[in-house]
């Protein structure tokens, strides 16, 4: 069992940085991939990006390779999302997301909503032009 709560959305101009973190709870935090998807209005739930258990490989959607990284803190099971260089297409909700993952999962595995057992319960991010 794992409860996840985001922090550090809100409004940032354009250009700007934001850090949002998760802080979770529960048993074997070490052993779940970490995932940051985000949700706009009227818009399907997308990937953003995740990490492993171990935090050896990182994953990230086309959109925002380059511009986000994502890290994890196990020591205090906590998983951060760094957004830089915010556009106003970076504005939704976004949450955190955690699977339990005990043998070898492929990229696919990361990026989708399905492979997720517990979820946050999302943080706005709004990025002003």
């Known amino acids: 069992q794992v409860q996840l709560v985001e922090s550090g959305g809100g409004l940032v101009q354009a250009g700007g940085s934001l850090r949002l973190s998760c802080a979770a709870s529960g048993r074997t935090f070490s052993n779940y991939a970490m995932g940051w998807f985000r949700q706009a209005p009227g818009k399907e739930r997308e990937f953003v990006a995740a990490?492993?258990?171990?935090?050896?490989?990182?994953y990230y959607a086309g959109s925002v390779k380059g511009r986000f990284t994502i890290s994890r803190d196990n020591a205090k099971n906590t998983v951060y999302l760094q957004m830089n260089s915010l556009k106003p297409e970076d504005t939704a909700v976004y949450y955190c997301a955690a699977a339990l993952v005990r043998y070898y999962r492929d990229t696919n595995y990361y990026t989708s909503t399905s492979s997720y057992d517990y979820w946050g319960q999302g943080t706005q991010v709004t990025v002003s032009s």
């Open positions: 990490i492993t258990w171990s935090g050896g490989s990182t």
